[in-house]
């Protein structure tokens, strides 16, 4: 039997990442927020290019979080996981809002 990851912090998977914005809407103490845009994709076949968003940035502020884990269970996409405890602590506020570099750093596979 594989032993579970115990819950820690929140990681990011940005190439899974919609931008759709429900994690950031239910997240009940708004410590996400996210940066997008939209471009266009012609696929083969299609009579008009299909509009898709890009994540540009997206951020977590631990220093809000309470580690609920509703972003993990809302995410249709399963972008955000339990990733182990990691060292994260800061001088000061500013700095424990991490963001998708770091956060994507974090992604353990399953
Ligand atoms: S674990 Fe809870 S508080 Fe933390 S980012 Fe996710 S929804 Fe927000
Ligand atoms: S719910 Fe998931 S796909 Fe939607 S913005 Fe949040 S992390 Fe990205």
Redesign the pocket.
């Known amino acids: 039997m594989t032993a579970l990851p115990r819950r820690g912090v929140i990681a990011?998977i940005p190439d899974?990442?919609?931008?759709?914005?429900?994690?950031?809407q239910?997240c009940p103490t708004w410590c996400?927020s996210?940066d997008s845009h939209t471009e266009q994709v012609a696929e083969p076949g299609a009579r008009r290019p299909r509009t898709v968003s890009v994540?540009d940035r997206?951020t977590i502020d631990f220093g809000l979080c309470m580690y609920c884990g509703i972003?993990v269970d809302?995410?249709?996409?399963?972008?955000?996981a339990w990733a182990p405890d990691v060292d994260y602590s800061a001088a000061s506020r500013p700095g424990l809002v991490q963001d998708t570099g770091t956060l994507a750093s974090w992604r353990i596979d399953d």
């Open positions: 990011l899974d990442c919609t931008s759709c914005l429900i994690c950031v239910e996400i996210l994540l997206f972003c809302v995410c249709p996409f399963d972008a955000l």
